[in-house]
């Protein structure tokens, strides 16, 4: 999830978000195989939040529409496929640039001087709580009877936080706080202009569709999951 990089690389992005999982959907229908489309929350463009599975998209940047895309040429491919859309998400990481979230630790780590944004609200969300989710649309839908999961779910932890909050976490379980004051925090959206990729404002998700279908939406704590997490690295 690079929206940045998705505008700099238009065409491989459009590949791997839209066009290469229409036909995985299409493979996995032949074969009578349950498939998800794991999407994103930026499908929306974050005016009027907390969003339901059927409120209307309108994506602010490339990587959102590509994403779209993707989630439509699934369904129409293999109408009884799900898609999973996800907010910003964290979590176990071979490389901690694979995160938005977890490259925060770095930041904070080397205390060097940068911007940090402080205006924008996201709801990050561990990943291990996502694969727990996809484990369970998957046994409803293998188990079923009749008619499985299909069509559009959402699912998010419910902590709003911007990413200097997550940094003041961090610094915090680090015991890194003096590092707090080379971060410069930003609390007006950029123009347009100063980023290569517009962000919504706030695009929270509603998991409502997932709890009706008996789907636990129970979420770690973000402070507790990384307490964890950095003490036994």
């Known amino acids: 999830k690079r929206p940045d990089v998705a505008e700099k690389n238009q065409s491989a992005t ?45 994506p602010l940047n490339f990587y959102g529409r590509t994403k779209l895309a993707g989630e439509r040429a699934v369904l129409e491919a293999n109408p009884e496929a799900a898609v999973l859309r996800v907010p910003v998400l964290y979590g176990p990481a071979e490389h901690a640039a694979e995160s938005a979230v977890n490259v925060l630790v770095d930041v904070v780590q080397k205390g060097a001087a940068a911007q940090m944004d402080a205006w924008q609200a996201r709801f990050p969300t561990c990943t291990v709580d996502v694969a727990r989710v996809l484990v369970d649309l998957s046994e409803i839908s293998v188990g079923a009877v009749g008619e499985g999961v299909a069509g559009i779910f959402h699912f998010s932890a419910s902590e709003r ?25 930003v609390t007006e959206k950029p123009d347009s202009e100063q980023v290569a990729a517009s962000r919504p404002d706030n695009t929270q998700l ?3 569709a997932l709890e009706e279908i008996g789907v636990s939406v129970a979420c770690v704590s973000f ?11």
């Open 161 to 185: 936080m911007t990413k200097y909050d997550m940094c003041r976490v961090f610094a915090r379980l680090l015991g890194l706080e003096g590092h707090l004051r080379s971060l410069v925090p």
């Open 223 to 233: 402070e507790k999951w990384w307490s964890d997490y950095l003490s036994s690295k």
């Open 14 to 58: 459009e590949q791997l978000n839209a066009v290469v999982p229409g036909r995985l959907a299409k493979i996995a229908g032949d074969l009578g195989a349950f498939f998800v489309y794991v999407s994103t929350d930026y499908v929306f463009d974050g005016t009027k939040p907390p969003y339901e599975v059927g409120d209307s998209p309108n």
């Open 206 to 208: 509603s998991t409502e």
